[in-house]
């Protein structure tokens, strides 16, 4: 990717419509990129299913259209995620199979196999080196490595640890192990306030790991065990587990450096990237319970380059809502990953929007 490239950013705006079909937007958006997919290509469609009682996911019925895109010219889809490193219901693939297909993730609505790339339990992959990267190497789930091709569908939302969520999260850490998972987030292992610490255990019961531990009715972490996965922040009810917020910034790095190295299994023209800005909620799809949305659907934006897409994504977040909605939420403005991203050549922050 030339980052010296204005590159294209497509948008079909909801805002400017009464009455539209996005299985029609998305075929017109897909008309104007460069996706090359050849006869008999493996083409991997990047999807987050959504955890258990999340409701604002991508839904399956967009999706299908992607399929019937695949399939239309010659390719041989397959629907994929990766398992997730807190302990919740998709800590494996059989959870996460459980939980597609409650979400409407079937082979019958979908018409194309839907896999859990990195294994049953998550430990399937390959190291991939990254070039002038703040970590140096990643392990990319196992199952890319089979793919010719790579469709990549983001649900744009806020995200309590990085600002957003977009494209480059959902190549960044969901195209990876739980081992690419912890060299991300092993910087964000927390402390305890033992002031507020009542004792409870709810972070014992709940860490997948076995990190957090009591000791004469207050809880103390392991740091040998723990990996910075925040389970124990989310689930404390005295509020009492500390994260270093600071570190979110490095989390972000990190996390694009991942990214460069998925990006780097496909040549440009054999990868693209979809962002859907609807149902746009304050934190990740990881989360199991409903989300109202902070705001109005906005549209669909498609790109060849994952820092332009994002970029835009943000853009159109911040025209709609203001330039401190997701800093409010968060106190965060996750722009840290678009700018490692540019410097690791994985695409341009400048870009032009194309209104379809």
């Known amino acids: 990717m030339n980052k010296n490239t204005m590159n294209p950013v497509y ?4 805002e400017k419509r009464n009455h539209l079909v996005i299985e029609r937007a998305i075929k017109r958006l897909y008309e104007n990129l460069n996706f090359i997919i050849d006869k008999g290509d493996i083409v991997g ?3 987050h299913m959504g955890e258990e009682g999340n409701e604002t996911f991508l839904k399956p019925q967009n999706v299908r259209t992607f399929v019937d895109i ?3 010219h010659g390719g041989r889809p397959v629907i994929f995620d990766t398992t997730t490193l807190y302990n919740k219901k998709r800590k494996d693939a059989l959870g996460y199979f459980d939980v597609a297909m409650k979400h409407g993730y079937t ?3 979908v018409d194309a196999p839907i896999i859990i790339a990195d294994g049953l339990k998550g430990d399937k992959g390959r190291m991939v080196r990254i070039e002038d990267g703040i970590i140096q190497e990643v392990e990319v789930a196992m199952d890319l490595f089979s793919m010719d091709s790579l469709l990549v569908l983001s649900h744009f939302k806020g995200h309590d640890l990085t600002g957003f969520g977009g494209a480059i999260k ?3 850490m969901g195209c990876v192990t739980k081992r690419g998972k912890i060299v991300q987030h092993i910087i964000l292992s927390p402390d305890i306030d033992e002031e507020k610490c009542k004792g409870c255990g709810t972070c014992v019961k709940t860490c997948g790991f076995g990190a957090p531990y009591l000791v004469d009715g207050v809880a103390r972490i392991d740091k040998e065990k723990c990996v910075g996965c925040s389970d124990c922040f989310f689930i404390c009810p005295e ?3 500390l994260y270093k917020k600071e570190k979110r910034d490095e989390l972000q790095e990190r996390l694009a450096a991942a990214s460069s190295a998925v990006k780097s299994l496909f040549i440009d023209e054999k990868i693209c990237f979809f962002n859907f800005l609807l149902d746009i909620t ?3 799809d990881c989360a199991n319970m409903y989300m109202r949305p902070i705001l109005p659907d906005i549209g669909i934006m498609a790109s060849m380059d994952p820092v332009a897409i994002d970029r835009a994504s943000l853009d159109a977040i911040y025209k709609t809502g203001g330039k401190e909605i997701l800093y409010n939420l968060h106190g965060l403005y996750g722009e840290r990953q678009l700018e490692t991203a540019e410097k690791l050549g994985m695409g341009n922050m400048e870009y032009e929007l194309i209104e379809i």
């Open 239 to 241: 509020n009492a587990i």
């Open 282 to 284: 304050a934190s990740c």
């Open 170 to 172: 959902n190549i960044g």
């Open 11 to 14: 948008f079909y705006n909801f």
């Open 70 to 72: 695949v399939k239309d």
């Open 45 to 47: 469609i990047k999807v």
């Open 107 to 109: 082979y019958a609505t």
